[in-house]
């Protein structure tokens, strides 16, 4: 039988973690600003895959207001770090007073300005990373930060499969069959694409896209 995919993603998003009260207000603050955060199902998923490799430091490219650096936070031991990186100053001003009134701000880096400098300015070992920045600059974020990785790091990708501007026709038909060539695939869709053909065909990653949220690519660092 088929599920359709609105009754996927209403049976995901009602059996999805439950947010804290903080989260819950985070989520209200990006429905009324109509910001594109993760949303609870994938900030529950973010948070149990930095639990399951006992993640110390997160790297997020694209931070936004905190929303996905709060679900990382609440993982990480007291000496963790999550590095926060955004374009927008008021963003993260923002996303420092939602993470000290989350009682996490002392793990918070808070970086502005383009994420692919930040990166440059960090050694790592990252234990799990966030793509969730400029669709067409995913794949440079993935080769600037690949050599940074603890071994059994976790590389997340946020809007694998579907995003305001990301055409979902023309992907699948790209990643359904490599040989297709569809016309005008604008630069988000070839974005994601190209994000999606480095990471499968990296010998030292598993990647497996989830329909969760926006579609995530998981992507396990077996170095
Ligand atoms: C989808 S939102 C991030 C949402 C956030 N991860 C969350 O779920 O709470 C993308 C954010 O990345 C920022 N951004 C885009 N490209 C960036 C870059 N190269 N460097 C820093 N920030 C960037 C945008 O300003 C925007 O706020």
Request: charged share 30%; aromatic share 10%; glycine share 8%.
């Amino acid at each position: 039988m088929d599920i359709p995919s609105d009754d996927i993603a209403r049976f995901v998003a009602a059996t999805a973690p439950e947010p804290d009260d903080l989260a819950r207000e985070m989520d209200y603050y990006a429905e009324a600003e109509g910001f594109p955060h993760v949303g609870p199902e994938v900030g529950g998923l973010l948070r149990m895959l930095a639990r399951m490799v006992d993640a110390r430091r997160v790297f997020e490219f694209g931070s936004g207001f905190g929303y996905s650096a709060y679900w990382w936070a609440q993982a990480l031991p007291d000496d963790g770090q999550v590095v926060l990186t955004e374009f927008d100053a008021d963003e993260l001003d923002q996303a420092r007073e939602f993470l000290t009134r989350g009682g996490v701000d002392h793990l918070a880096s808070y970086e502005h300005g383009d994420a692919l400098d930040a990166i440059e300015r960090y050694d790592g070992p990252f234990d799990c990373v966030l793509v969730d920045h400029q669709k067409h600059r995913y794949r440079e974020a993935f080769e600037a930060v690949r050599p940074k990785l603890a071994p059994g790091a976790v590389v997340v990708a946020d809007n694998a499969m579907t995003a305001g501007p990301i055409e979902f026709d023309k992907l699948l038909e790209m990643v359904a069959d490599e040989e297709s060539d569809p016309d005008d695939v604008n630069e988000h869709t070839q974005g994601i694409y190209d994000y999606l053909h480095a990471v499968r065909n990296d010998d030292d990653f598993e990647t497996v896209v989830l329909p969760v949220g926006e579609g995530i690519a998981v992507s396990y660092y077996l170095g």
